[in-house]
């Protein structure tokens, strides 16, 4: 019997059996794929314990009563899409579960979910989330630099939205990047309220009308932090409610893989022609800060004073783009820039971060090595 591609065993009712229960091979996942169709059914079909991180954000049920109109007379462009309407809490409800149930069952022992919503949903997600067994870690501010205004002024700007993020259980190991999220943060530690613009600029995608495609796509500043902080490179993020694909194109340029489900041909197409551009981030820009108990402590000016890398010495990147010669004190000089190890490279590279220790290399009998060569043997003669 041949082998279904993954998309033909998503669309094979047997072939989808088998994936339930375990039995067809890991790789019919179908990765860095859209699933066309309800997200449900499109989750019914993939295997327990599968995708190491969900990010869902499902529609708001805004329960908008009319047209919203600027101050000038224009209409405001808002969401009023038949995918947000519910007739009643009850349904929303219904449905809320219905979804969580299946990213709960394809959900990885050790994964994470996150969800976003405004004050018109995220409560009852919240409820939901909890009766059904996940476990809160953080709810997270996304406090909008520049939000629409309320044009009426009969309420306060709403100038937040509220993502909730959960491992699957109580005692689940879930990944966090907490070093990773501190040097993003200027070496401060990462807060739950987080400052960001809106979507906008050429980031908006519009359609041939110049209109929006999607009304509440999200900035991918957004999607990078959270899939910096909770994933590693190779990982399998899963998006429910792709939409045009903010999702898969931060993970694409972050290397991770992605899966994404959509019903609406219009937002597939977008979602496909922009992912299709997105290039992904050069390998030596990956590192990030090692977390503390995976990695001694060992600062890089001891390598300098012990005479393992003299002051003087030159390292570069492994492809041989950048050279930066070794201070006295142990800081790296390259062209303009000037700092630590970690520093420099990141800077070089325009990245969040960097881990001097693997991104730069010393030339050792005609080869590159990594300084964490010899930091390992520093560590030996300790």
């Known amino acids: 019997m041949n082998e279904l591609t993954p998309i033909e065993a998503y669309c094979d009712p047997q072939a989808a059996r088998r994936l339930a229960r375990g039995k067809a091979p890991k790789k019919a996942l179908p990765l860095d794929t859209i699933l066309e169709g309800d997200c449900i059914a499109a989750m019914a079909r993939m295997p327990d314990k599968s995708v190491d991180m969900i990010f869902a954000d499902p529609p708001y049920n805004l329960q908008l009563g009319g047209d919203l109109i600027r101050p000038e007379g224009g209409k405001v462009d808002a969401c009023d899409d038949e995918w947000d309407r519910f007739e009643s809490f009850q349904q929303y409800d219904d449905f809320s579960r219905d979804w969580l149930a299946e990213a709960q069952r394809i959900l990885k022992d050790d994964g994470s979910i996150w969800v976003i919503g405004s004050y018109h949903n995220i409560f ?81 995608l519009k359609d041939d009308a110049g209109e929006k495609v999607h009304p509440t796509q999200k900035p991918e500043s957004l ?50 022609a922009r992912i299709a551009s997105e290039m992904p981030l050069d390998e030596s820009a990956m590192t990030t800060m090692a977390e503390k108990r995976s990695a001694p402590r060992v600062a890089f000016g001891l390598l300098v004073e012990s005479g393992l890398v003299p002051a003087g010495s030159v390292l570069m990147d492994a492809k041989r783009r950048w050279k930066a010669k070794v201070g006295l004190d142990g800081s790296l000089e390259c062209g303009e820039h000037k700092g630590s190890i970690h520093q420099v490279g990141k800077w070089l590279q325009d990245a969040p971060s960097c881990n001097g220790w693997t991104f730069w290399q010393v030339e050792i009998d005609g080869e590159l090595k990594p300084l964490d060569v010899l930091r390992q043997q520093h560590l030996k003669a300790l």
């Open 124 to 204: 009852r997600l919240g409820a939901v989330l909890q009766d059904m067994g996940y476990w809160i870690l953080n709810d997270v501010v996304w406090r909008k630099s520049n939000p629409m205004p309320n044009f009426r002024g009969t309420r306060f700007t709403n100038a937040h939205e509220t993502l909730i993020w959960c491992a699957k259980d109580e005692k689940a190991r879930y990944t966090f990047n907490y070093r990773a999220m501190k040097a993003l943060n200027d070496d401060l530690q990462m807060r739950s309220d987080w400052v960001l613009p809106i979507c906008s600029g050429g980031e908006r």
């Open 223 to 272: 999607l990078y932090r959270i899939l910096l902080a909770c994933t590693k490179p190779g990982d399998v993020v899963l998006d429910p409610f792709f939409g045009t694909g903010t999702t898969g194109a931060v993970a694409k340029r972050l290397r991770r893989h992605w899966i994404g489900i959509e019903r609406e041909d219009e937002y597939i197409q977008a979602a496909k």
